[in-house]
């Protein structure tokens, strides 16, 4: 109990030690602290070395890539990258970048300023990426289809400088670059959507080394030392919007509860230390309900269990608005709202 107090006051800290935006367009949806449950499995949040699904679905809250997933279907979508195209090959990709993305603020960085992202950005992360390193443990599943990756983290590995570069990453321009593939690959894309693939800023890399938590995502991590939850703050400067040119993302604080199991997530949530429950079975809702004991919540369906006859299913307080998961556990509520 004196840990959830303690969640709740350091929220409470946050909001109010935040000066107004009066920069941004703001309206009465927007604030709050949204407390989601996480599993207990972290050992690390350092993009690369990353393997959990809980390890993923905090990495992704302050970090991005150049593509991400939708929640609520698992389509890939824009990131860092703004558009892309692919010659009739299917080996060559020109990725353009979004111009308006910028690192988030830190004392690694000219002025504790964050920078602008640019193409020697990716660049940069995916030679780190392609370099064999106790930390990184992702690169077969990122960008290992890249032309000359494979035999640059082969002769890292020997410590052969023969191989310098890699020819299958060009950058054009600050905001462009030229990937070549080995061969035509239909999820090289999703490989990119990977939280592992989260671009870095090397001066974060040289100041902190795996211990670097500067992203671009729509939350900043709070350097907190409790190890009972993450606290995350709103990206004022994260660089989307909706539809009526809103900033998001809509919340100002997250908290990710670790949870060492299901039981002890159905406690938090029933005792109110947590707004939602996620993949829940069916033949435990109506249990899970009456602990409950009140109407203030909904059921909504998370994705269809393949390896049974039931469903999953999320309960969330009336609050909770547009909050998703799906199959792959993609976490994004960066358009989550709290309804007051």
């Not at 929220?11 to 949806?29: A, D, L, V, W």
């Amino acid at each position: 109990m004196i840990k959830l107090l303690l969640i709740v006051s350091i929220c409470g800290f946050c909001i109010s030690c935040t000066p107004k935006e009066q920069e941004e367009k703001r309206n009465e949806i927007c604030g709050g602290t949204l407390r989601l449950p996480i599993d207990a499995d972290v050992t690390t949040l350092f993009p690369p070395s990353i393997i959990s699904e809980s390890e993923k679905q905090i990495v992704s809250q302050f970090h991005l890539g150049l593509f991400s997933y939708n929640p609520q279907n698992t389509t890939l979508e824009p990131g860092i990258c703004k558009n892309w195209d692919i010659d009739n090959t299917g080996r060559v990709y020109i990725l353009y970048l979004d111009s308006t993305v910028y690192f988030h603020d830190d004392n690694c960085f000219s002025g504790g300023k964050g920078r602008n992202v640019t193409a020697y950005d990716v660049e940069y992360t995916f030679y780190t990426l392609s370099t064999p390193s106790p930390y990184n443990k992702n690169f077969t599943n990122t960008v290992s289809r890249i032309l000359g990756a494979k035999e640059y983290f082969k002769n890292s590995q020997t410590n052969d400088t023969e191989k310098k570069q890699i020819p299958g990453i060009q950058v054009l321009s600050k905001y462009s670059l030229k990937i070549i593939l080995e061969t035509p690959s239909v999820l090289f894309l999703y490989n990119l959507a990977h939280p592992a693939a989260s671009i870095l800023p090397h001066e974060g890399i040289a100041k902190y080394e795996a211990d670097c938590k500067i992203g671009t995502g729509a939350f900043t991590y709070d350097w907190q030392h409790d190890s009972s939850f993450v606290l995350l703050t709103r990206n004022k400067k994260f660089f989307k919007f909706d539809k009526s040119n809103i900033r998001l993302p809509y919340i100002d604080t997250l908290v990710l509860v670790k949870t060492k199991n299901q039981i002890e997530a159905v406690d938090f949530f029933t005792n109110n230390q947590t707004d939602a429950i996620f993949f829940v079975e069916t033949n435990t809702i109506d249990k899970i309900l009456e602990l409950k004991n009140n109407t203030s919540f909904k059921l909504t369906k998370s994705y269809a269990n393949l390896e049974g006859n039931n469903s999953l299913y999320n309960i969330t307080h009336n609050s909770v608005q547009d909050l998703y998961t799906n199959s792959l556990h993609i976490l994004d509520v960066s358009k989550v709202l709290i309804k007051k």
